[in-house]
């Protein structure tokens, strides 16, 4: 064994590293996480009886490797399982890793965001864009530009392959219109609502429809696919859904109870329907308002809330410890989902038949975290978030949009639904941080180097004002807001760096544990 892993000690309390010959432990180097990857040092050999395991800090990093140790009881040989909210700005995108080491590890990529900020974390985090990396899947939630564009630059790469791809079963197609580029709608007689029957649910179909690339134009889902469809490097495109006609619950193949991993994962969502008498199977197209002032359902159909609301929705367990990677649910989804889940015909009226609906619809949503639907977005219902209940959110926002996420009534009202009397909320968004005191300091040195250049041409002075301006112009984000997940199954942190520039104070984490079946958030209230 050539590595180790950071403990998470059971009082939860920080873990360091420190310089060799240090073994006062006086004077930390650096703060590690729970589950961060150690090399351990040439030719050394992990001994469990030892005070101290000496490792190596960024082995493949020549400019920031160092020879370091950490006590040997805050290492140990396996890991727990991790996610990563990535802070991509406006969108969604996360990355699941499994705790194995060996061929049943697996790492699952959830949404990328638009821009590049998923493809530079995975080439840090994994090295993947040099020296190549396998993931096990990619899951595009829905075909929206803010979850799956980011694709682009990772199913570009050569040094990178999946073994699957997986969608909702609605791809935008190479064509013109709104609805045509999911197949169509219809109604088919003694349907009170519109469908979308053309599913994109073979391997082979999916291949069909992004075969020609002369109808791509300027359209950019199949240019996302393209670089994965020409290379070879994904193994299947596959859709991701709930079969009604399948069971009472949907698995994401290789993470069911059968696959003895000791967690799962659950789809909830799309949920599909099949037509009694065609057996066509298909989606529900949903209004952009429940329902009419009367209270009847609307039938006038929206493509966005439909796009959106038929997000892939999972659920993962691990443990006491569930997660609810909600995508981009709206409200009119949401009522559906309950609905469905309750096995309620329509939408209840009376408020006791709606807290009949939550308790039953709950034992498929109750989590312990939630993914916040549609980066906080206030056109939710109070009954969803009742049903979910989490101690913990996650919201996935981005700075510069017109959408002002997360909504402030929004906030307000996951505290008030949330679990305990202080639920977390934690924003990818918010957690980011930005240099407004170092942008400052640059453009006052660049004013006096202005002025220095007008009253003295000064070739090393020009070049060194080209140079600032350069800097300047790039990104201001001193911390990124990303927030990482981890978990044995009976204990959790969810944690995210501070703003601090220290190498020894740079994370707060919360602590949660499960005893007696009841979850408990550790009173210190993070570190």
């Known amino acids: 064994m050539s590595f180790v892993f950071v403990d998470l000690p059971e009082d939860y309390e920080r873990v360091y590293l420190y310089d060799r010959g240090d073994d006062d432990g006086d004077d930390p180097v650096r703060q590690v996480l729970w589950g961060d990857f150690l090399w351990l040092a040439e ?30 009881e805050h290492v140990r040989v396996g890991r727990p399982l991790e996610i990563i909210f990535v802070d991509v700005g406006q969108g969604d995108g996360c990355v699941l890793i ?28 994994f090295n993947a864009y040099t020296d190549g990396f396998e ?38 197609r190479p064509v013109s219109g709104s609805w045509a580029k999911l197949g169509g709608k219809r109604r088919r007689a003694g349907d009170r609502h519109e469908y979308l029957e053309d599913l994109c649910d073979s391997d082979a179909k999916f291949r069909a429809l992004f075969a020609d690339e002369s109808t791509f134009g300027r359209k950019r889902y199949p240019a996302t696919v393209e670089g994965a469809l ?43 329907e099949t037509h009694g008498d065609s057996g066509t199977r298909r989606l529900q197209c949903f209004p952009n308002r429940p329902r009419n002032k009367d209270g009847s359902p609307r039938i006038s159909s929206s493509f966005s809330h439909t796009k959106n609301g038929h997000s892939v929705l999972l659920k993962l367990q691990y443990g006491g410890f569930r997660v609810l990677f909600g995508g981009d649910l709206n409200r009119s989804a949401e009522e559906y989902l309950l609905t469905h889940y309750a096995g309620f015909d329509e939408w209840p009226h009376e ?26 977005s206030a056109d939710v219902t109070d009954e969803f978030l009742e049903a979910v209940n989490p101690a913990a959110f996650v919201i996935s926002s981005g700075d510069e949009e017109n959408y002002v996420h997360p909504r402030p009534d929004l906030l307000g009202r996951l505290g008030k639904k949330g679990r305990g009397t202080a639920p977390v909320l934690l924003s990818t968004e918010l957690q980011r941080s930005w240099r407004q005191e170092e942008a400052e300091e640059q453009v006052s040195a660049i004013k006096r180097q202005v002025r220095d250049l007008h009253r003295q041409p000064d070739d090393h002075l020009r070049d060194a004002l080209l140079a ?27 944690a995210f760096k501070k703003e601090s520039r220290s190498e020894t104070d740079r994370w707060f984490y919360y602590e949660y544990r499960i005893v007696n079946d009841r979850l408990i958030l550790v009173p210190r209230g993070g570190h």
Not at 52 to 66: D, G, L, M, N, S
Not at 248 to 270: A, N, Q
Not at 355 to 372: N, Q, Y
Request: proline residues 3%; hydrophobic residues 40%.
């Open 43 to 72: 030719n050394a050999t992990f001994d469990a009886s030892a005070e101290w395991t000496h490792v190596v800090w960024c082995k493949f990093a020549p400019e920031k490797r160092c020879d370091l140790q950490i006590r040997t």
């Open 98 to 125: 499994t705790p194995e080491r060996d061929e049943r590890e697996r790492i699952v990529v959830i949404d990328a965001g638009k821009t590049e900020d998923m493809g530079n974390f995975l080439e840090g985090r």
């Open 135 to 172: 993931f096990h899947a990619a899951v595009i939630t829905h075909p929206d530009l803010d979850h799956y564009f980011g694709f682009k630059r990772i199913f570009d790469n050569d040094q990178i392959t999946f073994d699957r791809v997986y969608h909702s079963g609605l791809v935008e």
């Open 230 to 272: 020409k290379s070879g490097r994904v193994g299947a495109f596959e859709m991701l859904a709930k079969d009604t006609s399948v069971g009472e619950r949907s698995w994401m193949p290789e993470f069911s109870p059968d696959d003895d991993r000791g967690y799962t994962i659950e789809v909830l969502g799309p949920v599909v």
């Open 351 to 376: 408020r006791a038949e709606k807290e009949e609906m939550v308790v039953l619809a709950s034992d498929h949503f109750r989590s312990e975290i939630m993914k916040a639907c549609h980066h906080g």
């Open 468 to 494: 600032a301006i350069e800097d300047l112009g790039g990104s201001n984000v001193a911390v990124d807001g990303a927030i990482y997940v981890k978990t044995d199954g009976h204990r959790l942190i969810a």
